[in-house]
């Protein structure tokens, strides 16, 4: 019988192991899956953990999502086909939810089954070699600190790539007498609560965890970007000026002349796609981009058809994306996908990447990832979601951004799989202290 390992259970995992179970549903013989994942619970990063650096048995920790951590799309974006937010909350719920309601809504489809006995938790994929016929794959039991080799024919990589931070170094750091971070490790805006902070980076960490500092009473928030400057009008308090030249005492010093006072640093400067188990010959190696070389529609790895990589995009598009790579790995697996011969792959992946290197502006990467995703879309029977009215929902996303970022998280969208329309939330983003489901969810409250 085949066997197929999947590595990690966040929202990636979660969509393969969900593909298999529907196609078991329709009396399909599915293949013998194991499921590793290092943690001991599943959701991956919308798993929150306090914890920062390695855990109680020296494995790294991956998560790094922090308190009042809110979506920052519309959640009508990401909405599962086969199971919406109606369904889950029994209601229409605000667009833009915290992560603790989002973290039950992705558990929520997959908790009804018994999905949940194929995955080995607190065990770490250590090593993944192939041999010519099959993978060995290696794996750590934490708990019990024993070692154990099995092979598979085939090999899901869904181990995300926002786990392993990127951390440069800029002079006077040595001495800097504050507390320096990556984002990775920020959990709580309140720990900045009267300080002056300094935030390098120029996307959405950037982005959030200034407001978000600005929000929990930062005396002032100075953001300091590398390449484009973000150009939000941003409240007062927060700023952004132009890369970090230096630090001198407790004094940052920009390219631009500026000079700030500060307390803390929080390096927003992205994460590595980081695969420390896979043999050279099986390794993805890219930067955070929308269409990364080498994977055949984005999934297949180009030099070995039975390795599959899911969710290694720059990401727009999320779960439901997701959820079309993972039906469309399944059927490649099954065999219901024939896979072409090299050239077509290799024209296959140039024409994407080509199309890549040449978006200009977030309109044209939209429509690029709508693209990518709608014709993975038609390749599988992932049931039918409107991706044009989801293309729309993110291009007017963008605007509301641009025209107010302190007030876009209040906007209301309406359903691609439903069509119901989000009811406003009863507290704008800015004055809602309160992340919890309870308060989120209860629609009555004024
Ligand atoms: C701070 C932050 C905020 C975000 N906010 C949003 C948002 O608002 N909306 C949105 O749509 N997306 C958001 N994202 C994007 C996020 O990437 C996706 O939502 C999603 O979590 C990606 O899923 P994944 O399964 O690829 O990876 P992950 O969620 O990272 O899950 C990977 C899993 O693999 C496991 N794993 C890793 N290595 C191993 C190993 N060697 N052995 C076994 N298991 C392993 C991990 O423990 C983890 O459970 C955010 C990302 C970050 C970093
Ligand atoms: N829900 C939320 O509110 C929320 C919050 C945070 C993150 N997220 C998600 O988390 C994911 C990761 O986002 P991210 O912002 O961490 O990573 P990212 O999108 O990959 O961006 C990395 C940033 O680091 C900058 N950078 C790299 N090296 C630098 C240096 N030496 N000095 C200054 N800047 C440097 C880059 O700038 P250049 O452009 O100049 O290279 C870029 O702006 C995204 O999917 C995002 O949606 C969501």
């Not at 090999?155 to 320096?180: C, D, L, N, Q």
Request: proline letters at 5%; a neutral charge; glycine letters at 6%.
């Amino acid at each position: 019988m085949t066997k197929v390992a999947i590595i990690g259970t966040g929202p990636c995992g979660l969509s393969m192991l969900r593909s298999f179970e529907q196609a078991e549903k329709k009396g399909e013989k599915i293949p013998e899956i194991v499921c590793f994942e290092k943690q001991e619970d599943w959701g991956g990063l919308w798993n929150y953990s306090w914890r920062t650096g390695s855990d109680q048995y020296g494995d790294s920790v991956p998560n790094s999502m922090y308190r009042y951590l809110w979506s920052n799309g519309p959640k009508e974006c990401l909405e599962f086909a086969d199971y919406s937010f109606d369904e889950h909350f029994g209601k229409p719920i605000p667009s833009f939810p915290p992560r603790e309601v989002l973290y039950d809504y992705i558990l929520g489809r997959v908790k009804k089954g018994n999905i949940k006995n194929k995955v080995r938790f607190n065990n770490s994929v250590t090593n993944v070699t192939y041999n010519g016929k099959n993978f060995e794959v290696t794996s750590r039991d934490k708990k019990n600190d024993k070692n154990l080799k099995e092979n598979f024919d085939y090999v899901v990589i869904s181990t995300g790539h926002f786990s392993v931070p990127f951390i440069p170094e800029y002079a006077g750091m040595k001495s800097f007498p504050g507390r320096i971070l990556h984002s990775h490790d920020f959990r709580d805006a309140e720990e900045f609560r009267g300080k002056n902070v300094i935030v390098l980076g120029s996307s959405y960490s950037a982005e959030d965890i200034a407001l978000q500092c600005h929000k929990y009473g930062a005396k002032s928030v100075t953001i300091g970007y590398r390449h484009n400057p973000m150009g939000f009008k941003w409240p007062i308090g927060v700023k952004e000026v132009h890369y970090l030249d230096r630090i001198d005492g407790n004094k940052a010093i920009f390219k631009d002349g500026h000079k700030q006072e500060a307390d803390a640093i929080i390096l927003c400067c992205g994460y590595l796609h980081h695969f420390p188990f896979l043999t050279e010959d099986l390794k993805l190696k890219t930067r955070n981009r929308l269409y990364p070389p080498k994977l055949y529609k984005g999934v297949v790895w180009q030099n070995n058809h039975n390795l599959l990589y899911l969710g290694m995009q720059d990401q727009f598009h999320t779960f439901n994306m997701f959820d079309c790579q993972a039906w469309f790995a399944r059927d490649v697996i099954m065999n219901k996908i024939k896979i072409p011969n090299d050239s077509e792959i290799e024209k296959d992946i140039n024409k994407w990447v080509a199309m890549e290197e040449k978006l200009e502006n977030p309109d044209q990467m939209i429509d690029f990832q709508t693209e990518y995703t709608k014709e993975l879309h038609d390749l599988s029977d992932y049931p039918k979601i409107d991706f044009e009215l989801i293309r729309k929902h993110f291009k007017e996303w963008e605007h509301h951004k641009m025209e107010d970022i302190m007030t876009y998280r209040n906007k209301s969208f309406s359903s691609p799989v439903t069509g119901s329309v989000a009811p406003i939330h009863h507290t704008p983003w800015a004055s809602a202290m309160d992340d919890s489901s309870k308060t989120f969810l209860n629609q009555s409250k004024k």
